[in-house]
């Protein structure tokens, strides 16, 4: 009989990347879609159930009829921006989505469990690599949702001895990232730029950020979950750190522009056109940075470890990231 899986958040990027990866190992997949994120969503192999993670009792009866093996908790606002024009959505979405999941598989007690934590429930680190006992002191309501979904898992895990594992994954990208992440963005606008002259604008270019190819971490998620020794929480990082400037230098070397910054814009030596704005208006209230992450508790407790490093990444997504 084939293990049954949950995947709440299946049509976001995580999801999707999760869905292929465990399609390939012949999983019964059913994926969690809220019908507002993405109504059209389907994926060949996996069972569409359409429902938000806040009901409450849909959760509670999807989770008692399927008695998944395992539920990778991936849904969630993920838009750190949008957090902060709408706090109280994203604690609802975040926190008690995942009071229901936790709620339920304890009723049932059967599944494995992840839980999709993130970097930015660090906040703004002083020191660097972070390790999993770094201090958690989020800066934005995006990560102080996460963190209170990272401490009720591992509460639950304790306090009922629960197979709950938290992943802390720290920027992972790939194609299917939409417009409104970074690398997406830049990517994207760049290549406007080059079929248009069409200039775009970016917010804080100096945010310093650890960022990993995507596929790699999913990866890392299962093997969690199966290789682990006991359940736990672990960091996936690359351990090293880079500037949004320098992911923006890259792309636009990729692209083969001759760059000049002056004042508060990227030109195109060549035409002498705005390739890129900077607007104080597209910075974040908080502005969460410093991170570099330590994997090597992932690494020496199952193997994981990230292969795709910087300029590589940069290099996929480019030709991966059409307009
Ligand atoms: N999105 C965006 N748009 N970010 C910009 C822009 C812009 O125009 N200009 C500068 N930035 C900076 C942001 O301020 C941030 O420091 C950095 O680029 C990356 O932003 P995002 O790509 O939006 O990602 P994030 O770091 O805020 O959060 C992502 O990674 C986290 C850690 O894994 C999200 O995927 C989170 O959900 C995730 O938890």
Redesign the pocket.
Same mark, same amino acid.
């Given at each position: 009989m084939k293990a049954k899986v949950l995947i709440t958040g299946v049509s976001g990027q995580d999801g999707k990347l999760l869905s292929e990866f465990l399609l390939e190992k012949d999983y019964e997949i059913y994926g969690l879609v809220r019908r507002i994120a993405d109504r059209k969503f389907t994926k060949e192999g996996v069972n569409v159930i359409e429902g938000d993670i806040r009901d409450t009792s849909l959760i509670e009866s999807i989770v008692a009829k399927y008695k998944f093996d395992e539920i990778y908790h991936l849904a969630s606002i993920? %838009? @750190? $921006?949008y957090s902060f024009e709408h706090p109280a959505e994203v604690y609802d979405v975040n926190i008690n989505g995942t009071l229901n999941l936790l709620n339920a598989i304890r009723k049932t007690n059967i599944a494995s469990f992840y839980f999709a934590g993130?970097? =930015?429930m660090f906040g703004k680190p002083t020191t660097k690599p972070q390790t999993e006992d770094y201090p958690m002191e989020p800066v934005s309501p /995006?990560g102080v949702s !996460?963190l209170a979904g990272y401490w009720s898992s591992n509460l639950y895990r304790q306090a009922y001895n629960l197979p709950i594992y938290c992943g802390i *994954? /720290?920027?992972?990208e790939s194609k299917y990232r939409p417009e +409104?992440?970074?690398?997406t !963005?830049i990517i994207k606008g760049v290549k406007r730029y080059i079929k248009t002259g069409v200039k775009f604008? *970016?917010? +804080?270019?100096m $945010?310093l !950020?650890d960022w990993g190819y995507a596929p790699e971490y999913v990866r890392g998620m299962y093997e969690m979950v199966h290789n682990a020794p006991t359940p736990s929480d672990y960091i996936l990082a690359t351990n090293e750190q880079h500037s @949004?400037k320098e992911f923006l230098d890259e792309v636009v070397k990729l692209a083969g522009i001759d760059r000049m910054y002056v004042d508060e814009s990227l030109y195109d030596v060549t035409t002498n056109f705005p390739v890129v704005t900077f607007e104080k208006s597209?910075y974040?209230p908080n =502005? $969460? %940075?410093n991170y570099m992450g330590e994997y090597y508790k992932a690494f020496k407790d199952f193997g994981w470890k990230p292969t795709i490093r910087f300029k590589e990444l940069v290099r996929k997504l480019y030709e991966e990231i059409e307009v």
């Open positions: 993920s %838009d @750190v $921006a993130t970097s =930015e /995006y !996460k *994954l /720290y920027n992972h +409104n992440f970074v690398t !963005k604008s *970016l917010g +804080n270019i $945010a !950020k @949004v597209l974040r =502005e $969460a %940075d």
